[in-house]
């Protein structure tokens, strides 16, 4: 797809940040998070069957719950990612056609980008960077975890270093906002003036 920008990341490195100033911009996007929790919703009665949850009164999961499990048991894990990424995938790609018709630059955020490899050939990929030491102490002040929570939520994924190996471009979140934000406008700066360029 010519106009589609996959957005990645680790956790707590900045991808929702990047969406919503492309957002204020005027650009359209995608995420695949908010994709997932409406199928998690959607399925509620049968992920809870396979995991042996509750659901609550109104008929939802506790995703806090689900999330302990998984990042605690590899199994859990797979047979989690082997439910949900066809139906992501599905309704990701039904949207994205949509944008692409529209001829104009679009963000679709996948925090699994790199570790998938289902979508590199669908798009350019993006990767918004910070150290793991600093994602670390973002993602507990931001979830209130402790270092070994966090930790293992950051290990679940792929080194961020291997990930700026892979990517096609990187915009640095080592600082403060308004500096992460100011690289952003930069960047989309650049990609619409070197756009037909690119592909």
Known sequence: MKNAYFVSASIACGKSSFLKIMNDMGFESLSADIISNEITQKNAKALAQIFSLKLDE???LDKKALANLVFNDKNAKAKLESFMHPK???E???KMQILEEKGKIFFVEIPLFFESGFYK???KSILIYAPKDLSLERLKRRDNLNDDEALKRIEA???IEKKREMADFIIENIGSYEEFRQN???FIK???RNKDEVF
């Open 157 to 159: 994924q792929m080194d």
């Open 184 to 186: 952003c406008v930069k």
């Open 190 to 192: 650049s990609l619409e």
């Open 121 to 123: 050939n669908l798009g």
């Open 88 to 90: 992501i995938r599905k």
């Open 92 to 94: 990701l790609l039904k």
């Open 58 to 60: 109104n008929g939802k």
